[in-house]
């Protein structure tokens, strides 16, 4: 089975939760089909070629092909936004450069499946549709981005903001519509963004095929008996909700914390951390990382994981990796949308800042009902989320739309 996987993104080195999916899936498929993934190169840093060799290796040989995209958040895109049909967060991915070299990519090789990422790349999906009508179009969600903007857009207090949120998402609303007739079949992170969209195209193929986790990757060493007393917060900190998160926990939960728990420690993991982020380290007991090599040490030194997030969408990379690497999550409801968790049970849900405080406040290492959130948490993981499950599930909707689509042209 011939797949080209087409990203908005070169997702080597992963550096934030999209760029972990897009990496798990394709790796999924380059062990199971013949890949050839296309991403658009950033425009601030083209992937050094070192790069893109470790990234074909870790794929298995797979075909990696790149092309540059223009820079984001152009004047006359943010207009065109602003006054016109098209989204932003389409407008961003869309040239006429980059169609270019697609069209000749889809000239020069063939498939029987291409799976498309997210609907920023809707443009593209269509002209696609044009010149590969008999090829199976699978378009990957990793949320469902009008509820996103809608969401940041009830939070944000700069009025300018909130107003050019809610047009953009209305207008991706749209954008996300046509994009479920486009495509012969979708996946999805969670069944609840499965049934929102199938309310809007009852007819449209839906799959849930979860955000995973490398189980054995994150595995704790069994020797390993570290002094537990931080707080780890992760993901990529030039993100508006993991901004918003790290502020509102940091200024509106640590100090409550603080009070109650002094040996405690609050240490904020993830690349490209924006100013306000890095001020947080002028707080007592606040550590802003910025970038690292590896996240598992700061998960296995770790109390616990705090996801306090209060806007986004999708499922949480984040939730899983502490779950796989043997600490208790504690998180916001809206953090652990998506999930298959019980709370009580393998996670820690409260929503309030006073909540939250008393969630951590009550918390102890190796306690009976600390290592009853770890093994509980574990087992989850291990049984419905590590990539592996993922995989099978991604495989078998790719065998079913290459069957169809092989009825269909034997029937033509």
Known sequence: MRVLYFSPRVCWPIISGAHLRDFHLARQLAGRTTLTYLGLDNEKSRTPENIRLEFQKLLWGAEILTIPRDPSYRPVNLVRGLIGPIPLNVLNFTSAAVMAELERILQDRSFDAIQIESVHLIAYARRIRQLCPGVRLICDWHNVESEILARYAEQDSNPLRRFYARRTAGLSQVMENQFLHL???????????????????????????????????????????????????????????????????????WPLIRTRRPELRLVVVGAQPTKEVLALRDLAGVTVTGTVDDVRPFYHSALAAVVPLRVGGGTRLKVLEAMAAGIPVISTTLGAEGLTVTAGKDILIADSAEAIADSVASLHAETPAWQSLVTNARALVQRHYDWSVIGDVLLRLYEEQVEIGARCSGAN
Request: charged share 30%; glycine share 6%.
């Open 183 to 253: 495509g012969d079949a979708h996946t999805v992170c969670s069944e609840r963004e499965r049934e929102m969209l199938l309310e809007r195209v009852p007819q449209a193929r839906i799959e849930v095929v979860g955000n995973g986790v490398d189980v054995e990757y994150f595995a704790a060493s069994p020797t390993q008996n570290a002094l537990r007393r931080d707080l780890v917060y992760m993901g990529r900190m030039d993100y508006h909700a993991n901004i918003d998160a790290a502020l509102f926990f940091a200024k509106k939960i």
